[in-house]
């Protein structure tokens, strides 16, 4: 029986999720709790129900419960289709295989020209691992250049077989130390790493991504750990250096989250370029932002 999916959001047109212009397919549900999430409404597995606030013009019609409340219960779609102002929204739809793929090929003229493809990212992806699978198998067969965005924290065989249907793996590398990992992320980083040395050791198209947050990983330490642990693979990478953003912040809000990075700054260009020239500097390919370094 071919799987469903439950997916949070298709972005047509994407830039930073690989090559050409791509079309990015969310995926919800994330075993990790990132403090700088940029997508905290994708770690629940299951749908969920939130109010804009700045829409709400509090009619009632949604919720007999505190209406100070971002996050709404016991509702479902038609109370969405009810709402007069489109502040109650539905995060995650459930969807099957061959509907996802139809509506991703509309996209193929754009991938064509560009060089673009596919790109299955999250949440992550490896939590519905069935239905992405099938999903990429079916996106190659039809000559999609296809990726795979993953934080690399799941069963091996799923991310083994998923993996291989996917033309290039983009890779989540956040802190080397598993303390301070589990720290930010709520997971040890011992699955992450494990999955990476193997996944090198047969996939010879993986961009490592790793994002650049101030006072959580931009430390000498960790750089030189994470520069010493890449060039330790069996095959050479990309490195991509995300540089930290605030994005997730205003979405830590409307579900009602506490924001821990609240006040944190973007690094510096300076910084950055000081940290790409020190993979640089161990031999590693190294792009800021997607952009050569």
């Known amino acids: 029986m071919t799987p469903s999916g439950l ?3 298709v972005q047509r047109f994407s830039t930073q999720d690989g090559p050409g212009l791509r079309t990015t397919v969310f995926m919800k549900g994330c075993p990790l709790a990132c403090s700088w999430c ?14 804009l606030a700045h829409r ?31 502040a109650l929204q539905m995060v995650g739809e459930r969807t099957d295989v061959a509907t996802l793929v139809r509506k991703l ?11 673009g493809g596919v790109t299955i990212s999250g949440g992550e992806p490896l939590v519905q691992a069935p239905f992405v699978i099938e999903v990429l198998r079916l996106l190659r067969a039809e000559g999609v250049h ?5 934080c690399g924290y799941g069963p091996w065989p799923y991310l083994h077989d998923a993996a291989a249907q996917a033309d290039l793996v983009l890779y989540d590398l956040k802190l080397l130390d598993a303390a301070r990992h589990e720290a930010v992320t709520g997971v040890s980083n011992e699955i992450i790493l494990g999955n990476l040395r193997a996944l090198a050791g047969y996939h010879h198209n993986i961009w490592i991504r790793i994002p ?33 953003h605030p994005t997730g912040e205003a979405k ?7 924001y821990a990075l609240h006040g944190t700054a973007t690094p510096a260009p300076a910084q950055l370029d000081a940290i790409a020239a020190r993979f640089h500097a161990r031999g590693l390919t190294t792009t800021i932002g997607g952009q050569a370094a």
């Open 146 to 150: 296809t990726a795979l965005d993953t």
């Open 105 to 115: 090929l509309r996209d193929r003229i754009f991938f064509d020209e560009s060089g």
């Open 212 to 244: 650049i947050i101030p006072a959580v990983n931009d430390d000498s330490e960790n750089i030189e750990a994470t520069a010493r642990f890449l060039c330790s693979l069996p095959s050479a990478l990309r490195i991509d250096l995300l540089p930290y």
């Open 38 to 51: 940029h997508n905290p409404e994708s770690q629940s597995v299951a749908p969920a129900f939130v109010r």
């Open 252 to 258: 830590f809000a409307r579900l009602g989250k506490h």
């Open 56 to 86: 709400c013009m509090r009619c009632g019609r949604c919720t007999d419960v505190e209406l100070e409340s971002p996050v709404v219960v016991e509702r479902d779609a038609c109370d969405v289709e009810a709402c007069p102002t489109g």
């Open 7 to 9: 997916v949070f959001n």
